[in-house]
């Protein structure tokens, strides 16, 4: 398989941006819960993590409402609690289905609230950084020190998104609008995610 380069996975990460997570974002900040549920429900499906918590589970026929009330206890992440706060949620959401392993769910659903620091864990992801399976300070660790050698490149991928419009999900928007969004730390981290998981698929 044909490596996939920052250029590849910044463009493949903004159009799934525009087309699905932002959506998922705002939901599960909406004041009202159902709309958060339902973005759990939609982004449980996207992530294709929906397998992992059984609908067995749910808490009067709510799909992820057990998940729900566990993402609300938490007020803030910061990278000194990171990877506590992963798995305390973690072993939460496992105690109310069944005892799975729900890593990658949790930091994906967490990442829709908070975006950095938190990063995703992934099978895909773990194998290109070489981490031990189900181990997230190892995997947020190895993920930092990759980041910190690519940032450059990664930047400078970003930077050339406002040259290719026309490859948008959203072709209308302006180089400003992108500019607004390839900058933050949360997008440049997931287009590193987005590589990884890309070329651990090899």
Known sequence: MTERNFDYCALQFLNHWLDKEEIYCDL??????????????KAGGYFRVARNVPKKYDLNGKRYQAILDILSTIDNISLDNVVEVVNEVKTSISKNYGNRQVLSLTTKFLWLKFKAPVRIYDTQARISLGTQENNYYAFHEAFSLYYKD???????????LEN???YLVNPNMSPEDIENIVSEQWFRERVLDMYLWNNGRK
Do not use: G, P
């Open 28 to 41: 599960l900040s909406s004041s009202n819960l159902e709309d958060q549920r339902q973005a759990l429900v």
């Open 150 to 160: 690519k940032e450059s490149e990664i930047i400078e991928a970003c930077n050339k």
């Open 164 to 166: 290719v419009i026309t």
